[in-house]
């Protein structure tokens, strides 16, 4: 009997069937991206090939080519996945937030605190996707957009809310959330190229520190 007449003949089996090749299908995409993400924290973009991320994920190339036409394409999927992740953690802080003044400082810490605790999204986004000529494609990318709505988001919040004591924000309003991602991404690249160490941790921890409290003494008279 063919797939097709098992279908008419037994719909919920052919459900079932179609079901776990999608879960087979997703799980296999998975591995791929986790061992080309894991193949670029030890390697570098330089090293970084389809014939090895084939043979850590114990398939072959004709397999990883069937879910990534290209190292390009594999190494956009990456990027866009990290970047997403980021924007859902900045989401949740931004929108969290008691205050307009708040939530931008908390875009700083925030954002500077989760690439902390994974420095290797930072560099798909910032550092290997750039070398590859990607980084105008991510910022087309809808995950991309959404992070520019979110910016949007505190840009309104400062022009239209009422200070909580007579002193006003100073600044352009709808500058200063572009002031503040500017500086969550100096902070992090300064230690992209490295492997973080303790020491580094905490300086910069400090560093992010100091630019909250700068940006908190800017932008009140």
Not at 155 to 177: C, F, G, M, Y
Not at 185 to 200: E, R, T, W
Request: hydrophobic share 45%.
């Amino acid at each position: 009997m063919t797939t097709s007449k098992a279908a008419i003949l037994d719909p919920d089996r052919e459900r079932r069937r179609q079901a776990r090749k999608a879960q087979r299908h997703s799980e296999r995409r998975l591995l791929i991206m986790h061992s080309a993400r894991n193949l670029l924290a030890e390697r570098g973009i330089e090293h970084f090939t389809v014939a090895d991320v084939a043979h850590v994920s114990q398939l072959s190339k004709p397999a990883v080519y069937y879910y990534f036409d290209s190292k390009e394409a594999l190494v956009f999927d990456l990027a866009i996945e990290s970047l997403q992740i980021e924007f859902n953690v900045l989401s949740e802080s931004v929108h969290a937030a008691k205050s307009a003044v708040e939530s931008l400082v908390d875009l700083i810490r925030t954002r500077v605190d989760f690439f902390l605790n994974d420095m290797n999204a930072f560099r798909v986004l910032h550092v290997w996707a750039p070398a590859m000529g990607l980084q105008r494609r991510v910022s087309q990318s809808n995950t991309s957009k959404q992070i520019s709505a979110l910016l949007n988001l505190i840009s309104h919040r400062l022009s239209t809310e009422k200070p909580s004591s007579n002193r006003a924000i100073r600044l352009d309003a709808q500058q200063l959330p572009q002031v503040a991602w500017a500086l969550s991404q100096g902070i992090l690249g300064q230690f992209a190229a490295s492997a973080m160490q303790p020491k580094d941790l905490e300086q910069c921890r400090a560093t992010r520190d100091v630019a909250c409290r700068w940006l908190l003494d800017s932008l009140i008279t």
